[in-house]
């Protein structure tokens, strides 16, 4: 009985045995040829455009004398105005009225609603800017900034960085007389972009529309730059 119940269990140890001698060698052969290791970066600069613009209406910035509604309908007309397609383009984020104090206080109820509005480029911004102000509304932050070609772009940089790496190598490897064989290793190590997001693209732009009340505004973004890191390893001939 121990006999049959052991010899499974022994085949199981020798195959386990021999993938660990297999993976040994295939490291060892890894390690004992010679190798160049190289680091790459490279990055490019782009011009955003996707850009989103935060609106808050407040009835209290009229003091009381005209409805967040109404706002909201005068600010909807001249959007379209502007040729911005409402449902694609503007998203209500919030909508909140002081009922706290409204009961402790017995004061007026004044509401407020936030909008997000997404608009392509910096003059298209800059007209939203001016117009608004026109309208009384100018409580207006830029939030964030968006490249929509971004995941292309990604890959387009990491074929830039391999085609650094092996230009690199060949340039360590050249003085020596040897070159480049094939590809033992590669990691992608990041590819990050940095862009206006989150809180720090609470950029308040009020106020910009007054300097040129005749001419629409042309805003200029801030390039969002994107980098790729690349760790290869290439076996020497």
Not at 55 to 79: F, P
Not at 189 to 212: C, F, H, N, P, W
Request: charged fraction near 25%; hydrophobic fraction near 40%.
């Amino acid at each position: 009985m121990n006999k049959y119940l052991l010899t499974p269990l022994l085949l199981l140890a020798l195959l386990g045995l021999g993938i660990h001698n297999q993976l040994s060698a295939q490291e060892k052969n890894f390690i004992d040829q010679p190798y160049l290791e190289t680091n790459v970066r490279v990055d490019s600069l782009v011009v955003p455009d996707r850009i989103y613009l935060g609106i808050v209406i407040k009835e209290e910035d009229t003091k009381g004398r005209i409805s967040v509604e109404a706002l909201e309908n005068q600010m909807a007309a001249q959007l379209r105005s502007l040729g911005i397609d409402l449902e694609k383009q503007l998203t209500l984020m919030d909508l909140s009225s002081n009922f706290r104090d409204y009961f402790l206080r017995k004061t007026d109820v004044q509401k407020t609603k936030s909008y997000l509005l997404l608009v392509y480029d910096g003059l298209s911004a800059g007209k939203v800017i001016k117009e608004l102000e026109g309208l009384g509304i100018s409580n207006i932050q830029l939030q964030r900034t968006e490249y929509s070609g971004m995941e292309a772009l990604k890959i387009t940089l990491r074929q830039r960085a391999i085609r650094k790496a092996k230009q690199q190598g060949e340039a360590m490897l050249a003085p020596l007389g040897q070159t480049l064989g094939k590809v033992l290793y590669l990691s992608d190590l990041s590819t990050d972009y940095t862009g206006i997001q989150g809180k720090a693209g609470g950029v308040l732009v009020r106020g910009y529309a007054m300097e040129a009340a005749q001419e629409p505004l042309d805003v200029d973004f801030e390039k969002i730059r994107v980098e790729a890191s690349l760790n290869v390893k290439f076996a020497i001939q």
